[in-house]
């Protein structure tokens, strides 16, 4: 079926937009258009809220929404939401808690929490200094006009805590930039930082052209937080002595503390293994940040702008091995919020936030920045002892045997019989095969 562009596809009504999507792209399915229904709050209230949330929307699209419970952290116990497809991302993070639980737990420390943004302007004068000197006599007035919209930020503690000009002329022919730095508080504050830019950006045009510069030529390319934020940093670190790293008959706890900081070196000297590393630790840092409606794909950029600070991609996470100590340790940009956005909408966001005690943004970095700290912990322990698939394998095989159609009764004897087995994909699509009395595996249809 040849498809046409549809032309003012956002004004027409949910139904309309409904029956447009299934007649064009579902060939009119009755069953296409019951499983987008299907996904329908069936409280209308709450619908029309997520329908709200962005264009065009259809439905609601659900991942699942897990617990790890026995986080301590900072010596008060958490039980951390986490929202999240991965089969073994929750399990992981709970079987680190557990393990640190009883060794400390995880301390975490909030280093600053700076926030940039800039204006990136062309300006066609040629001398630096008398933008500079422009730029020192206007800096009150450009403040001036941001009063009002910082008013309520500067009564809760925050505010603009800085502005300057930066020559970027060695990168780019006339670039220049104003930079200002901030204090959120409790909101991440895009939209508190763009429209503050916005403001500022106004007033600089005018005041370059009622000034005596040489070039009033100015033009702003665009006004816009930066979600590189290495000055909203935060630690989290766990420790104990070597020999409580005693979890395994099958390796001594030297043995498993010199594999695990070996496999740390490997991560901060080799961008492919960091990359994985890395990405393991975003398992767990999105899933909190998704369940407590913070946005991950900031956090995400941050924090690989960040681990690649120093010219090569390297380790977010660090080891170090002294006196008989083991000490484990993230270092990472978090910038995050716990008012504005949709924390106070989104009602499972506000159910996590009340889940985690209703925290503050930094309590917030110290909880989120553990979480990482533990996804990371869990994957080297079983990389560097049984192996990652054994454990991901168990927790995927049950989509194996979904995606299989497996009754109750087959997947609980199938599990069973993995209990003390790695259940590759060919494995459980063999047992299964056996349980059902299917002869010839390669006539199911599923992709091996
Ligand atoms: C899988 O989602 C994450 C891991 O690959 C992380 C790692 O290798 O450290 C297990």
Redesign the pocket.
Known sequence: MKKNPVEGFSKYSKSAKLEWIIFNYFQNSENSLNLLKSYWHNDAEIQKLHDEFIENSLTNFYIPYGIAPNFLINNKLHCIPLAIE?S??VAASAKSANFWLNRGGFNSTVISTEKIGHIHFLWEGSDFYELQLFFNNTKSKLLQVTEQITAKMRARGGGITDLKLVNKTDIEPNYYQLEATFETCDSMGANFINTVLEEISKKLKLEIFESNLSSKNITVIMCILSNYSPRCLVKSEVQCEIKSLNFNKEINPNEFASKFKTAVRIAEIEPYRAV??N??IM?GIDAVAIATGNDFRAIEACAHAFASRNGKYSSLTHVDITDGMFKFWIEIPLSVGTVGGITSLHPMVKFSHHLLGNPGATQLMCIIAAAGLAQ?FS??R??VTSG?QKG?MKMHLLNILNQLEATEDEKAQIVEYFKDKVPTHYAAVEAFCKVRGIKDPSTLKIYL
């Open positions: 991965e073994s991302v994985t590393h990405k393991g398992n990371n994957a080297l079983s990389l990652i991901h």
